[in-house]
C-alpha cells in the first residue's frame, strides 16, 4: 500500500508573486509591496533614501549590483491557527526594506502574499514563535537606528545602510492577533540597561506559555559578519531569561566561551522546565535550568549537556520529539546530523555514527514529520558571495531521513532532479 504525504517547504529563498497582466501602477506597487526595486536593479529604495527626481534616473541607468534583489527568510513560522506564514527578511537590511513578510496559507496548496512590516528598533529577523491567542514573537538579531519611518542623518552620510545597522542590541518582537508590530521588547529600564551592558543579539527563541518563561540565545552581532569587519565576527556566550507575563528580563545566562548561542529550546514534557542550548564554537550542547539558580543565586543555571566533537560549524540548530526523548541537531560545515536520546539528562545515549560520512551539504534547518517518521533537513543559505566573511557550501536540497523505532537516523533521500524557476525578474521569468 502506497501512502503520500503533502509537505509544504517555505524555502529561504528570494521569492516574488507577479499578478498577471498589471496596470504600470499596480506593477510598481506590487514590487514595492515585496521590496523589489521597480525597474527590477538594485538601487533606488535599497542602498540609498528615496529622493524625488533623483533617484529614479539613478535606477534608470544604474546596473545590478551583486546584492540579495529580495528578501531572504530564514526560519519562517506559522500562526497557531494554521492560517497565516510569517518570514523575516533575513538581509532586507542591505536594501532598506521591510523585514516581515506575511503569507495567507489557509489554503496551503495557494499560498498569497498579505503584508510586510518593520521593525523600527531592529533589524535581521530570525526565529518565530506563535502566540497562543494569534501573533508572534520574532527574535531580531540586530539593532536598527533609522528607517524610512524614522530617517535620520546618518542616512546622508552614507549610501550603505548595512553599516549603520545590525550591530547590539538586537530586540524581542511581538505582534498583535491582526499581526501587527506592537511591542520592541525589553522596554523597561532594567531590560534596557542589561541588553545594553552586555551583547544582545537574539537569535533562539523559546516559550513555555504553561509556565510563562521565555528564552532568547544570543548568536553573533550581524554588522561583524559583513566586510569590511575590522573586529571579525563577533560571537555571544550568553541566554536571556524572560518573564513572559511582564516581558522583562530576569537574568543573563552565560556558557563559558560558548562563541554563539544560536539556537534554545524547553525540553517537551520536562518537568523542571529545562532547555537545551547549542554553543557553536564548542561544538556542544547544554541544559539550562530555570528554576534552579546560578552561583550569584539568580534563576537559570546552565551545564554541559553532550560534548559532539565538533566544535566551529558555523551554526548548530535543534529539534525534539513531541515526548521530548530524542533530540537532533544539525552542525552545518561539518555536513552532520546528531541524534540523542535524552530521556536520562544525566546520561545522554548519542544514537548517530560520528563517524559516519552522511551525504549531506550544510545541513541546518531541521523539523521532523507529524507521525515522527521521518526528519526533514534543508541546508544552510549564509552565501554573502564577496560582501561578508562567511560563505557556507550547500548542495540546495532537502533531506528526508527516516527515523529508526529507538530513535536513531537511517537511510535518507533527495530529490532525483529538480527544475529551478528564476523570479528575479517576475515578468521575464526563466526556468529549466
Not at 66 to 80: A, E, R
Not at 319 to 336: E, I, L, W
Not at 340 to 369: M, S
Request: with cysteine; glycine share 8%.
Amino acid at each position: 500500500m502506497c501512502s503520500f504525504r503533502f509537505v509544504l517547504v517555505f524555502f529561504g529563498l528570494a521569492f516574488a508573486l507577479p499578478t498577471i497582466d498589471p496596470t504600470l501602477e499596480e506593477h510598481s506597487q506590487t514590487k514595492r509591496q515585496l521590496g523589489l526595486p521597480v525597474n527590477s536593479v538594485s538601487l533606488p529604495g535599497s542602498l540609498i533614501p528615496p529622493v524625488p527626481g533623483l533617484t529614479e534616473v539613478i535606477n534608470n541607468v544604474a546596473p545590478t549590483l551583486p546584492i540579495l534583489q529580495i528578501p531572504t527568510p530564514p526560519l519562517p513560522g506559522v500562526s497557531i491557527d494554521g492560517k497565516v506564514l510569517w518570514g523575516g527578511g533575513l538581509l532586507s537590511l542591505l536594501k532598506t526594506q521591510d523585514t516581515g513578510f506575511y503569507f495567507d496559507v489557509s489554503d496551503p496548496y495557494e499560498p498569497k502574499f498579505w503584508k510586510s512590516d518593520r521593525a523600527l528598533l531592529a533589524s535581521i529577523a530570525d526565529e518565530v514563535v506563535a502566540k497562543p491567542d494569534g501573533g508572534f514573537f520574532i527574535t531580531y538579531l540586530g539593532s536598527l537606528g533609522c528607517s524610512r519611518h524614522a530617517p535620520c542623518l546618518r542616512h546622508l552620510l552614507t549610501s550603505y545602510l548595512f553599516l549603520l545597522v545590525g550591530t547590539s542590541p538586537g530586540r524581542l518582537i511581538e505582534t498583535d492577533a491582526s499581526y501587527n508590530i506592537i511591542h520592541q521588547w525589553p522596554e523597561d529600564i532594567d531590560g534596557t540597561l542589561n541588553i545594553l551592558e552586555e551583547q544582545f543579539s537574539p537569535h533562539g527563541l523559546s516559550i513555555d506559555f504553561h509556565r510563562g518563561l521565555m528564552l532568547t540565545s544570543d548568536f553573533v552581532i550581524p554588522l561583524t559578519v559583513l566586510k569590511p569587519s575590522l573586529t571579525g565576527i563577533v560571537r555571544a556566550n550568553t541566554l536571556r531569561l524572560w518573564n513572559l507575563a511582564t516581558r522583562t528580563i530576569i537574568n543573563t545566562i552565560t556558557i563559558p566561551n560558548g562563541g554563539g548561542i544560536q539556537d534554545v529550546k524547553f525540553i517537551p514534557g520536562n518537568p523542571e522546565a529545562a532547555a537545551i542550548a547549542t554553543a557553536v564554537h564548542l561544538g556542544q550542547v547544554w541544559i539550562i535550568y530555570p528554576y534552579r539558580t546560578d552561583e550569584k543565586g539568580k534563576p537559570g543555571l546552565a551545564r554541559m549537556l553532550y560534548d559532539f566533537g565538533m566544535p566551529d560549524t558555523t551554526a548548530v540548530y535543534s529539534t525534539f520529539s513531541k515526548n521530548g526523548r530524542f533530540a537532533y541537531f544539525t552542525f552545518t560545515t561539518a555536513n552532520h546530523v546528531a541524534a540523542l536520546d535524552i530521556t536520562n539528562l544525566d546520561h545522554p545515549i548519542r544514537l548517530d555514527d560520528p563517524h559516519e560520512k552522511q551525504p549531506l551539504i550544510g545541513p541546518h534547518y531541521l523539523k521532523l514529520t507529524p507521525d515522527e517518521r521521518a526528519l526533514v533537513v534543508t541546508d544552510y543559505f549564509v552565501q554573502t558571495n564577496g560582501i561578508g566573511i562567511i560563505d557556507t557550501p550547500a548542495d540546495y536540497k532537502v533531506q528526508y531521513i527516516d527515523i529508526l523505532p529507538n530513535g536513531g537516523l537511517y537511510g535518507g533521500a533527495k530529490p532525483h532532479s529538480s527544475v529551478i524557476f528564476d523570479l528575479s525578474d517576475p515578468w521575464h521569468p526563466h526556468w529549466y
